[in-house]
């Protein structure tokens, strides 16, 4: 056989065998899978995995949450059929990116698996590759390994290292896994190489995101590491003119990044074409679906061809979110890092709770942002209410920035840019950052409200402790908040974090203990008033949102939190 070229003498419909730069492989030309196995029997894809995935290339979404049919991708917008790629693209090095033998199964890859917790799910007669160990191990561009070692990395992470083979070979992707763990990355790389592999036409690569935050920060990636290889990428998404965004996107990036909201407003109005959308993300989709996206999920997916190929990272793995996952996947293989079947927060993260009442914490907060093991700072600060979030920010002067939702977008995104440079030391921000937002370096969250929901607690203090580095989160627990504190107990024990005693005792009370004066962790902290202060200039005896700052000049926090 001539190298490059395919033959499917011996072998059952529709299987194919290939030969391109001296390896052997196999190709469903009907699914697009493609493995090392010599397949035998039926040339049929491999049974649904248990739970109801596995749906034909129609995608039915009949009896899914979703509701409707989507046994024709033509509604609404006419999607084209996608069509596996020609022989001749394997012997260009890739097609579906299978180029080298560490796609096997092998024991050191199930080492790997299991000293990095991963815990993978392949349908009946498929084999879940190995991880890729190195970055070289996936035969990306040289000039795109250049843009890794220039950015720091030494060596992909686990949702990498297992995701690319995966995502590399064709396969329909599920990856639960914690945020901060890289995913970015881990679907970006293989996306390049879909898009080089294809020729590089206009939105091949479709990712969407449930707020502008993280749609941004996929953005950025994108910028970093498509430049190397000459691949442009545009971000849609709402409370942003659309003028510039539309002529964007007519400039044909090969990568589009979206909300879900803005793109449907593209669709509706028919200024974007997702017939070449081969390789569809979405990220954060449980976020997507607790916000209410599933309509337009649906009618953004209907728009895309229906034999694309489709990667869904969550963080939560609810019912709900199965449901959903089955009806829009093709046999994927599920990756699991680390405990998904229970709420579990990180354990590079110090957690420390003290229980305080509203007065005692706003004088608290000054306290822990100054604490030497937190040195230098740089904080992220969450409020439940947009007007305390105003106070504390006017309260600390220009080391603080502020994000809620009555921001404009050109505000949020000069505050989240100071942040990140360290021009501001801290962020103050209500739950639209809690989730999706990626700093570098953030080595301190506070919970200076505890949040409405336990799994909100562990979104918000996933903002520190990312990418395998340490953080540390610190929480003023209300004496009214003792159902909160019982969930609290269990996520702090799985962690494997000291737990309070005055926490343990309010969460037998139930909560409403009230009053006191420190309590919790820090007792005899007292409040600050008069003299002393910080900065020498003290907080006299108001609150944030009561007497204001008297008494004492007005030494803020630019006075106690070093510049980095």
Sequence with gaps: MVEGTCSSAGLPAPWQEVRAEGLVYYWNTETNVTQYERPVGGGAPPPPLGGGFGHDSSRDFGGSSFGGQYDDADGGGGAQEYNAPPPDAYARGGGLGVTNLNYSATDSGDDYRRKNEIVVKSPPGLQCPDPMFDF???????????????????????????????????????????????????????????????????????ALAPTRELANQIQEECLKFGRSVNIRSVCLYGGAPKGGQLRDLRSGPQIVIATPGRLNDFLEANQVDLRNASYVVLDEADRMLDMGFEPQIRKILARTPTRRQTLFFTATWPRAVVRVASAILTNPIQVNIGDTENLVANKDITQVVEICTGFQKQNRLMDVLRMPQYQP??????????????????????????????KEQRERDYILGQFRSGRCQVLVATDVAARGLDISDVNLVVNFDFPGAIEDYVHR??????????????????PNEGNMARKLLKILRDAQQEVPREVEELAARGGGGGGGGGGGRFRGGGSRGGGGGFGGGGFGGGSFGGGGYGGGGGGRLRAFLPRP
Excluded at 380 to 388: A, N, Q, Y
Excluded at 461 to 478: M, P, S, V
């Design 136 to 206: 070289k191990m996936g035969n990306f561009p040289r000039s795109l390994l250049d843009a890794v070692y220039q950015a720091g990395y030494t060596a992909p992470t686990p949702i990498q290292a297992q995701s690319w083979p995966i995502a590399l070979q064709g396969y329909d992707l599920i990856s639960v896994a914690k945020t901060g763990s890289g995913k970015t990355v881990g679907y970006l790389f293989p996306g390049i190489m879909h898009i080089q592999n294809r020729g590089g036409g206009p939105c091949t690569v479709l």
């Design 377 to 406: 700072c740089k904080a992220i600060v969450f409020c439940s209410t947009k007007r305390m979030c105003d106070q504390i920010g006017r309260s600390m002067g220009h080391n603080a920035g502020v994000i809620h939702g009555d």
């Design 461 to 478: 203090i996933g903002r520190t402790g990312r990418a395998g580095k340490k953080g540390n989160a610190h929480t003023f627990l209300d």
